[in-house]
Structures are given as structure tokens and as C-alpha cells.
């Protein structure tokens, strides 16, 4: 999934998105609350990771102006500001939970789990088409009780398609799910990985269809042996 953190305390923001990369995902930076607030009009996010005390434009104000455009997009706040009013505030505001620094990294990445599994699946914990389960938030993936041996970005890959089931995803919707700004995926990258994907597929009863001149479809398909068109 891809993820905006911004923060502007360049040793706690090191961490995080460390943590959160090793996890599987996409993660783009900021440290400037008006660079967060243009990310959020430019790109799509499946996570907001907020510190208030942002420079430039206040995280509490990026916070309003995010909901004022009517997106639900979770956020998870981390801040120093630990008075009881000011998380009534930020939560009145439209955030989805709060934690105070200092934070244990193996909370934090709790939280985040708990926000992404409650966006992408509505509060289910593992996602199914077929034969095929996907436990999103822990990266994994059976065919019925048979663990699929996948990739970061094979998984990355298969989750942004999982997510959108019932629709067309694009070739731009995919690299952007796959990449964050630092990173590039070619358009021969992004093939060898749908190809590798549909490879391990096989006899999961679901498939990658290609849809000329649109993008890529997961879908169930009877008797699914080799590599739809």
C-alpha cells in the first residue's frame, strides 16, 4: 500500500519509513505541512501519517483541509502534544487515532495495521476471491490452506489488484501503488511482475486478465491454467 508521512524530525521520519518499507510498502515523505498538503491533491494515498508541529502549514490544518475535500482517508497522528484536549481536537477533526511520542515501534506499526486492514477491507481480516485469501495488513497469501510464496512486490502487486476486484486497474494505478518517490519501476519491470504473479497463480482458480488498452483485472477463472490475455 502506499503511504504519506509527514514529519519533519528527519531521525524519527528515518525510522518510520523504514519500518514501514520492510513492511511491503510504498512510502512517500514530506517535511513541510503545504508539501502534504499538495501530495494529498496529486497523488492517492491509502494512509496518512500526520506529526502536527509541521512547518510551513500546521498538521492540524492539513487535517481540516483533507476532510473539507470529503476524502476518508485514514490518518494516524503522531505527535508530542499529549494533552487531552488537544486529542479530543485532532480527533474531532477527522483523525483516526493518535499516538504520542515517544512511541514503541512495534505499536506504532500495530496502529497502522489496524487503520489499513479497517480501509482496504472493511474491517475484514483477509480478503478472498476463489481459492485465493489475502491477509493484507500481515502480507499474506494461501491458495485454500496452501501458503503463496510471494515477493514484496508480487504481493504489492496482487494486493493492488485485490483491492480493486471489480474494476480495471491501470498500468499507473499499479506503479504507483508499487513505488514511492524515490523509487522507479519500468514498464518491463512492471511486466515481469504480473508475469511472475500469474505464473504462481496457477491453480488458484484466479487470474490476471489483461484489458487491451486499459490495464489488468483479477478475477476468477474456471479451469485457469495459463496466462489470460
Not at 25 to 37: C, K, M, P, Q, Y
Amino acid at each position: 500500500m502506499r503511504i504519506l508521512l509527514a514529519e519533519d524530525d528527519s531521525d524519527i521520519a528515518e525510522g518510520i519509513c523504514a519500518s514501514l518499507r520492510h513492511g511491503g510498502h510504498a512510502i512517500d515523505h514530506v517535511s513541510r505541512g503545504n508539501l502534504a498538503d499538495a501530495a494529498l491533491h496529486d497523488h492517492e494515498y491509502d494512509l496518512l501519517i500526520l506529526d502536527l508541529g509541521l512547518p510551513a502549514l500546521d498538521g492540524s490544518e492539513v487535517l481540516r483541509r483533507l476532510r473539507k475535500r470529503g476524502t476518508s482517508l485514514p490518518v494516524l497522528v503522531v505527535t508530542a502534544r499529549d494533552g487531552l484536549a488537544e486529542r479530543v481536537r485532532v480527533l474531532d477533526l477527522g483523525a483516526d487515532d493518535y499516538l504520542v511520542k515517544p512511541f514503541a515501534l512495534a505499536e506504532f506499526e500495530a496502529r497502522v495495521r489496524a487503520l489499513l486492514r479497517r480501509a482496504s477491507s472493511q474491517g475484514k481480516p483477509e480478503l478472498q476471491l476463489g481459492r485465493l485469501r489475502l491477509d493484507l495488513p500481515g502480507h499474506r497469501a494461501w491458495i485454500e490452506q496452501t501458503p503463496l510464496e510471494l515477493t514484496a512486490r508480487e504481493f504489492g502487486l496482487l494486493e493492488a489488484l485485490a483491492l480493486r476486484a471489480d474494476r480495471v486497474t491501470s498500468r499507473a494505478q499499479l506503479v504507483a501503488a508499487l513505488c514511492d518517490w524515490d523509487q522507479e519501476l519500468t514498464d518491463n519491470g512492471l511486466d515481469i511482475a504480473i508475469h511472475r504473479l500469474r505464473r504462481k497463480l496457477r491453480g488458484s482458480g484466479t487470474g490476471v486478465r489483461t484489458i487491451r488498452g486499459l490495464g489488468y483485472l483479477l478475477e476468477e477463472m474456471d479451469g485457469f491454467g495459463g496466462d489470460p490475455a
